[in-house]
């Protein structure tokens, strides 16, 4: 009968016998157990080992085996409360960041988001560039701290006008160059202009910054440049952060004539723009970046591949001048050294490819579709709404709610409903002017899949708009 089933008979009833016994009792010796349960000595010393080893009992040698004492009781959770006091009030409010970044439930149609929809991606030709790039000689060396001269040299030509890769840092995505950008240019407790409404990641960065942010009104051009030059004047500010192409979440585009009044404003204040050029792929027609039109080092600019590629390939750069362009490579520096060369070399080898173009587009034609099946389904279903304007790209589009809706109930009934859509609320620096939500086009699996998440919006908004009455 030695073997592992009477074993594990065997310490079963001796569990029982410690768990009647009680802790600190002696229990029967192994000669007594033999007797009474017909086993060999080898079967009871195993049995006992394993209890043993579950903490249950322990061996004396010489006086037998003992039921273990119970461990101690947990220990009573830390008092932390000590680090408010230290940490102080400089709060990182990550909420809105995370809930753009959040994923759809199975079921629920997801009109928000920021980046392509997976079907959309090149995950194929990004795979096959990622594995050309880590053949590549040196492709796990440290890169140059600034980054690969070749991604640099790209980055500068995107940019336009006489940028050169010489004023180009690479980091790690947007939202870092964002960081990077408005930690080296302004002081913490110092004001940063924004547009209004604005990316909430960028009014997050600006608040963990210890920036003080302040609204700037826009209309359907983008940012006013006489309300820009006022919002100078009357606050000292010497940064202006702006998204000129395909405005997130409007989708409002700088004319030409308003970015060089834009640049002229910043020049005469002798302030910064920190130009975040997001959205440079996500039209086929972008105008000149204001970096292309700029000759005195006014603006900061950051283009990235990550909205048209990959959520993932976090590549990105900083295109600066001057002593700003040391304060920003220094940043970079102290804070990550540098972006992991493989990821340089990928976007380098998919963006010298022809997938690239293939690539651009295939996006381009999905958006023009999307969009105006987006917009078409809106003006149907919801005739109260109003689409703020209709842009030449992007992914999003901008709607203005009846004054009587309450924004957040309507987000909140839209979930129940089945439907992801963004509060507006988290777009505003200061309070927001009425109800606005953000719609997104390109994180719906197909058109019909639109076409339900506007109808589930629909009754939703209507669902609200009876409980209000």
């Known amino acids: 009968m030695d073997n592992d089933s009477s074993i594990a008979q065997i310490a079963a009833i001796l569990r029982e016998e410690a768990d009647r016994l009680g802790p600190g009792a002696r229990l029967p010796s192994s000669r007594e ?5 017909n086993v060999s000595p080898v079967t009871v010393s195993r049995a006992i080992g394993q209890l043993a080893a579950e903490g249950r009992v322990v061996t004396r040698p010489g006086s037998g085996a003992f039921v273990a004492q119970p461990v101690g009781r947990a220990r009573e959770a830390a008092d932390l409360s000590w680090q408010t006091v230290a940490l102080g009030d400089r709060v990182v409010d990550e909420g809105p960041v995370a809930a753009l970044l959040g994923t759809a439930a199975e079921g629920v149609v997801p009109l928000t ?3 392509l929809r997976p079907g959309l991606r090149p995950d194929k030709q990004l795979a096959a560039a990622a594995a050309r790039a880590v053949r590549r000689p040196d492709a796990w060396a440290v890169p140059p701290l600034t980054g690969l001269p070749e991604l640099r040299r790209w980055f500068a030509v995107q940019a336009g006008g006489d940028v050169t890769a010489s004023d180009a840092v690479i980091v790690s995505g947007g939202q870092a160059a964002l960081t990077h950008a408005f930690r080296a240019l302004a002081a913490p407790g110092t004001p940063l ?16 910054a210890g920036l003080r942010a302040t609204a700037v009104p826009m209309d359907h051009d983008g940012v006013r440049p006489d309300l820009l030059a006022e919002a100078f004047a ?54 000149p970046s204001l970096a292309s039109m700029d000759e005195h080092g006014t603006v900061v600019h950051i283009g990235s591949l990550t909205k048209i590629l990959s959520p993932s390939l976090r590549v990105a750069a900083v295109i600066a001048r001057g002593p700003a362009a040391h304060r920003l490579r220094a940043s970079q520096l102290v804070e990550s050294f540098f972006v992991a060369r493989p990821l340089q070399e990928t976007a380098l080898e998919f963006v010298g490819s022809t997938a690239w173009r293939r690539h651009l587009t295939a996006v381009h034609a999905e958006i023009r579709t999307r969009r105006d099946a987006l ?14 304007l209709l842009p030449i790209g992007g992914m999003h589009l901008w709607v203005h709610l009846p004054a009587d809706v309450d924004e957040t109930a309507l987000v909140e009934a839209a979930r129940r409903n089945g439907v992801l859509v963004s509060p507006g609320r988290m777009y505003y620096p ?10 997104t086009h390109m994180a719906a699996a197909h058109l019909a899949e639109l076409g339900e998440g506007v109808r589930r919006l629909a009754e939703a908004l209507a669902l609200t708009s009876h409980e209000a009455e």
């Not at 990641?201 to 600006?206: E, I, Q, R, T």
């Not at 910043?266 to 440079?280: I, P, Q, S, Y």
């Not at 200061?430 to 719609?439: A, F, H, L």
Request: charged share 20%; hydrophobic share 40%.
């Open 33 to 37: 157990i033999v007797r009474r349960h």
């Open 113 to 115: 988001g920021g980046y």
């Open 193 to 208: 202009l924004v547009e209004t409404p604005t990316y909430p990641g960028a009014l997050a960065a600006a608040r963990a």
């Open 234 to 287: 009357v606050t000292g500010a010497r940064v202006f952060f702006c998204q000129p192409t395909l405005h997130n979440p409007t989708g409002a585009t700088l004319p030409v004539e308003r970015r060089e009044q834009v640049l002229q404003v910043a020049r005469a204040a002798g302030a910064f723009v920190v130009e975040d050029n997001f959205a440079r792929y996500l039209t086929e027609h972008p105008p």
């Open 375 to 388: 917009a078409a389904a809106l003006a149907a279903r919801m005739p109260r709404a109003r689409t703020y």
């Open 430 to 439: 200061s309070e927001p002017p009425g109800p606005r939500i953000r719609v």
